[in-house]
């Protein structure tokens, strides 16, 4: 979870909701999709029998308002098939979407068109930008299409080309931009009409690091600035942990685990997703209430005056505990805002978390499951 995100409800509106989303590709969809739910079947299974490939298996999630849900996995693991699902441009076989409270299955064609074109932003690794436009013209299409007056389109399109960094661009031609400039032009046109959902599918993976990261950037103090409800796309661990309030990791279609960076890492839930996160340094992810004991495990020596004691934040993360923890030889306090003694933090624990001591190693990766 981003620490310097500002908090999130957890009751919040659910903007985006997806109950038991799946999608069978191939001419005998419907009757694998029976025998799917009927005998259980694997994913090998289905195209052996049917000769029909599963995309996404039995997917349900909730997105709250404003978050950033990173969606992740190797390739082919069905993310960028599941963003497409969101918006309708792929059907699913069986299952539910809601978006906004509507039930998106129920919607005519003209509406899932007026519900993309005011409530949804998309953009993707390569933008397509209209090259005969110029980047204002780019910027202000979606606001063509709501048939805005041009005044207006202007006015929009230059607060927006300011939020991304790009003044003095208005006139310029997609050809005349750098690769980064011309994806920041992407992000302004799907911010331009102010969208409820932002989709995003890998739209920083093609982009030189250091340009990268300083999208990454604005693009986290966009969203933030605008409580933007976003569905990220990645196969960058990395992106993940640094962008997203949650993240989902996929495979074969399903979703193996759903939780906060310092969940996945810390709990992974199988062997899988422990050899996902084996390479990622925990002193940046995880948190003093992430690694903390129960007080009662606490054992010190008669007469030690508990005030002494070094104190931390449940939010302090693990590198200046690391830091704490190399100048004193007691444990370390954590307390919460109203400075009552939560937990405690020895430094058996902190090593146990540098060294990922808490990954399952129960070979579970290596099963067959059912799709």
């Known amino acids: 979870m981003n620490r310097n995100a500002p908090p999130r409800d957890a009751d919040a509106e659910a903007v985006i909701s997806l ?5 069978v590709f191939g001419a005998r969809s419907e009757e694998a ?9 694997t994913k090998p299974e289905v195209l052996a029998r049917f000769n029909c490939v599963v995309g996404i298996a ?3 999630f909730s997105i709250r308002r404003g978050e950033i849900f990173c969606i992740m996995g190797l390739s082919g693991s069905g993310k960028s098939t599941l963003v497409r699902h969101i918006n309708r441009l792929i059907e699913p076989t069986a299952g539910s979407i809601t978006l906004l409270g509507r039930d998106v299955m129920a919607l005519s064609g003209r509406e899932v068109r007026e519900l993309r074109a005011n409530r949804m932003g998309m953009v993707f690794q390569h933008m397509a930008l209209m090259p005969h436009r110029s980047v204002r013209d780019n910027v202000t299409f979606p606001l063509e299409v709501q048939k805005k007056p041009k005044s207006e389109r202007w006015a929009i399109s230059q607060r927006t080309l300011a939020m991304v960094n790009l003044e003095g661009y208005e006139d310029h031609m997609p050809a005349q931009l750098s690769g980064g400039m011309r994806q920041r032009v992407g992000i302004a046109r799907a911010l331009a009409s102010r969208p409820d959902i932002l989709l995003m599918d890998e739209p920083f993976s093609a982009l030189d690091p250091l340009i990268r990261r300083q999208l990454q950037d604005q693009f986290l103090a966009l969203s933030r600035r605008l409580n933007q409800t976003t569905v990220f796309i990645t196969h960058d661990l990395d992106e993940a942990i640094r962008l997203g309030d949650r993240i989902a990791i996929m495979k074969d279609g399903r979703i193996v685990q759903i939780g906060t960076a310092e969940d996945i890492v810390s709990n992974p839930a199988d ?3 422990a050899a ?3 390479d990622i340094s925990t002193l940046s992810i995880l948190h003093a209430e992430g690694v903390m004991e129960p007080l009662e495990k606490l054992e010190l020596p008669a007469g030690t005056d508990m005030a002494s004691l070094p104190c931390v934040a449940p939010d302090c993360p693990l590198d200046q505990l690391v830091a704490l923890a190399a100048e004193t030889e007691n444990p370390i306090i954590v307390s919460d805002e109203t400075g009552k003694t939560i937990g405690v933090v020895t430094r058996t624990a902190l090593l146990n978390a540098i060294g990922g001591r808490n990954a399952p190693t129960n070979g579970s990766a290596n099963k067959e499951a059912p799709v």
């Open 58 to 60: 039995d997917v349900s």
């Open 276 to 278: 996902f996160v084996n």
């Open 19 to 23: 109950n038991s989303v799946w999608k």
């Open 33 to 41: 999709m029976a025998a799917i739910q009927k005998e259980n079947l």
């Open 271 to 273: 062997d899988y997703i």
